[in-house]
Nanobody, 124 residues
Framework: QLQLVESGGGSVQPGGSLRLSCEAS????????VGWYRQAPGKEREAVSC????????SYSSSVRGRFMISKDNAKNTIYLQMNSLEPEDTAVYYC?????????????????WGQGTQVTVSS
């Protein structure tokens, strides 16, 4: 079965950290474009971070740059999002995505696979 399964969400106080994981099954993420999105209540889904498949260069939205880091462990077939200095505005459901396109365009126009989402709540 081809799927992405996220884990690692939860509740944390402002200033805290969380690491989200996204394990792929049925395919290898090694040569895939991978990314993270989030959707807060009442808002549209927004792109958080993306890593292209050509040179692995990451990109970030302005709201998380310097605080979040995307990475990929090909041996574990898992994508990560390290989130530091969390703020209440980071509260959302976080989704991972993967696409088989090769190249520097990130994010791609359409993603092949999406995870089911994991809730992150930042509150004191």
């Amino acid at each position: 079965q081809l799927q992405l399964v996220e884990s690692g969400g939860g509740s944390v106080q402002p200033g805290g950290s969380l690491r989200l994981s996204c394990e792929a099954s049925g395919f290898s993420v090694e040569h895939y474009i991978v990314g993270w999105y989030r959707q807060a209540p009442g808002k549209e889904r927004e792109a958080v971070s993306c890593m292209n498949s050509a040179d692995g260069k990451p990109s970030y939205s302005s709201s998380v740059r310097g605080r979040f880091m995307i990475s990929k462990d090909n041996a574990k077939n898992t994508i990560y999002l390290q989130m530091n200095s969390l703020e209440p505005e980071d509260t959302a459901v976080y989704y991972c995505a993967a696409d088989s396109s090769w190249g520097y365009v990130c994010p791609p126009p359409v993603w092949d696979y999406w995870g089911q989402g994991t809730q992150v709540t930042v509150s004191s």
